[in-house]
């Protein structure tokens, strides 16, 4: 079986709802992941951030506001005046539970209950649309199988055991789930993160054992730069898993930073391809892939780094156990890290705690911060007998300040700290030095 998986552009209006519905109904059992429609989760982060800040009255006008334009969508989705109905009913019901956190109290509690109400909304929006048409269709609620550990870690053993428990034998059934929500190891509605149904439909893929899963949004595959930033990138047709989780995890944002490591665990194909044209290529991630070199230019940012030199307190050995155990005590994530015998550099983005980890590192060492930062990382085939691409990406930047670099830990990801002001700079440069364009 097959996991496909439409983004929030993709069914961003009443008539892409239709044309998603239009490519999933070929007859084929699968199961559909689907986002919020776009936009709406932004919107649900701006109402959270009124009600944290007690903005009452501008929060409850903007539910009124978002409710208005699901209104509408609910007028053009469905033909029928009992499919209308049914789904006035379900807008009025999220809308109103919505209205429900209205109040004084607000935390990250209520704050995850109120970003999932956009994935629950389409998934039923989509499932009704397709019972109205008559196709064979099953709602699958990811709140009763997806589920993250006491780490947040996704629970894979849970997320197969329940699954499997969810699953019909029907033929052509197709099966609708939301993407990015799950419960927590309390039992508390969570979500895998921004961007997380990707995460959603690879976790899903490895839990039933999937043929492939399907990413389905906006742009024809993967490109080899972000074309949000880069004119003329161009489409990569083909990734290893290892290029592609390097790329997500450093700031394609396309896919998911983790939605890669579950399908290349589980040796499941992923194939990106894109809604508006449906019969572009697209791009194959799967464990082997044609064609070497340089495959893409990414980049990550909120970058801070961080370096410490030592004091002489400890033996270098001990220097650097040091340092990755107060990083680990505080579960700050180092993205990228650098040595001498003295100093050691690393790079995080998450800036949770590092006041806690900069106090703690000064008893070792000299401390020194740099924020607002950025990696750009090139990623591709660089084995060793790959000469001369450190030459090309160096050369690329000559003209600004590089903080660090990180080269040889794999044999696909050459990384730079830069400042995130050069970014755009970086980014033009490497795809001039590397495609050309
Ligand atoms: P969805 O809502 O379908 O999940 P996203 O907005 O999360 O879509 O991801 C698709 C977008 O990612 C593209 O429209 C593009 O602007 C952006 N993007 C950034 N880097 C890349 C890249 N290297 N290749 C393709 N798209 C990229
Ligand atoms: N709706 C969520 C978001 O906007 C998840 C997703 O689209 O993947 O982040
Ligand atoms: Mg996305």
Known sequence: MKVLKFGGTSVGSASRMKEVVRLIADGERKIVVLSAMSGTTNKLVEISECLYGKRLREAAEMIDGLEAVYAGHVEELYSTDEYREKGKKIIKEHFDYLRSFVKDIFTLYEEKIVLAQGELISTKMVYNYMLEQGYDAAFLPALDFMRTDRLGEPDINYIRKHMAGMLGSGDGCIYITQGFICRNAFNEIDNLQRGGSDYTASLIGAAIDAEE?????????????????????????????????????????????????????????????????????????????????????????????????????????????????????????????????????????????????????????????????????VVGDMGRHNAGTMKTVVDALAEMPVRMVSYGSSDNNIAFLVRAADKKQALCALSRALFSC
């Open 213 to 377: 899963v399907q990413i389905w949004t906006d742009i024809d595959g993967l490109h080899n730069n972000d074309p949000r930033i880069v004119e003329n990138t161009s489409p990569v047709r083909s990734l290893t898993f290892d290029e592609a989780a390097e790329l997500a995890y450093f700031g394609a944002k396309i896919l998911h930073p983790a939605c890669i490591i579950p399908a290349k665990r589980a040796g499941i194909p992923v194939l990106l391809l894109n809604t508006m044209q449906p019969e572009a290529p697209g791009t194959l991630i799967a464990g082997n892939c044609t064609g070497g070199g340089i495959k893409a230019v990414a980049a990550k940012d909120n970058i801070t780094a961080i370096k410490v030199k030592s004091n002489g307190r400890l033996p270098a050995s001990g220097f650097l156990r040091k340092v990755f155990e107060i990083f680990e005590s505080y579960m700050v994530p180092v993205d990228m890290v650098c040595t001498s015998e003295m100093n050691v550099a690393v790079a995080t983005d998450k800036t949770a705690h590092l006041d806690e980890v900069a106090d703690e590192l000064s008893h070792y060492g000299e401390v020194a911060i740099d924020t607002d930062m950025c990696i750009a990382c």
